[in-house]
């Protein structure tokens, strides 16, 4: 039977999620929103060139990217994987490139092999889908001073996006910061009880998935106090100004048969 209704559409789950072969329900209009909110944190505008370079078949490139570009009616060039650093450069300067996202898998890259800079026409870099080490942070600033450079966080397919931090216009402090909650967005930690400081992330947005679907799909949604929140899995400490910081992911391990 369909798992889905009119306006509904499935985005496949990652390796990195609970279990293969499945998938998150999202209406469109959410997805849209969420890309919409995104692109207003990292300052995405009309007249901007995108590049993606990520699957199109991953939340970010999907809906931080390419919902949001073409919602914005601003221009969207579509490279792809494998990732190869001079054609990345020589992509940016061909088609006028201005905003570009990478993993930070990808930034580590960059940082090594171009100690000048990415080209001068790229105004955006925002980065995410990983924790990125702040001497990475320090690193890209300092041979882009003219770069906008956004550290992001998001739920994968679950969300997606959650938060952003403007690295280039923050303390040096906050460089391991994954930033301020998007707009629309709530967030409150489950406290854990071997580490008090930190908890689990929990975040409400009406830009959610509604529901999982597949084999030993379980859902993350949970309700507290008339609210629906969905667990993320991940660990973070938030500081008095409400910045993220991510700790690590909340796992149980089975080991078989170790020798």
Not at 118 to 127: A, H, K
Not at 152 to 159: C, L, V
């Amino acid at each position: 039977m369909p798992s889905t209704r009119p306006g509904e559409v499935i985005i496949t789950t990652s390796g990195t999620s609970a279990s293969f072969s499945s998938g998150c329900v999202h209406r469109f209009e959410s997805l849209q929103a969420n890309g919409l909110r995104h692109a207003h944190s990292i300052g995405l505008r009309k007249e901007d060139r995108v590049l993606v370079n990520l699957p199109l078949y991953y939340s970010t490139a999907l809906v931080a990217q390419a919902i949001a570009t073409l919602t914005l009616d601003a221009q969207l060039v579509i490279s792809g994987p494998p990732f190869l650093l001079p054609q990345y450069t020589r992509d940016i300067a061909a088609h006028r490139i201005t905003v570009s996202s990478l993993t930070p898998v990808l930034l580590r890259q960059i940082n090594a092999c171009e100690p000048s800079g990415l080209p001068p026409g790229l105004r955006v870099l925002s980065v995410g889908g990983d924790h990125v080490p702040a001497e990475q942070v320090q690193r890209c600033l300092q041979a882009n001073p003219q770069l906008e450079l956004y550290l992001t966080y998001g739920i994968t397919e679950a969300g997606p996006r959650v938060s952003t931090l403007a690295a280039h216009r923050v303390d040096p402090a906050r460089y391991a910061s994954v930033g301020l909650p998007l707009a629309g967005t709530q967030v409150r930690l489950d406290w854990l009880s071997e580490s008090p400081w930190q908890g689990e992330l929990l975040v409400s947005s009406n830009t959610l998935l509604l529901s999982k679907i597949g084999r030993s799909a379980k859902s993350p949604l949970v309700d507290i106090d008339g609210t629906t929140w969905l667990r993320t899995g991940d660990i973070f400490t938030q500081d008095a100004q409400g910045y993220l910081f991510f700790k690590g992911r909340k796992s149980d391990f089975l080991v078989i048969n170790e020798i």
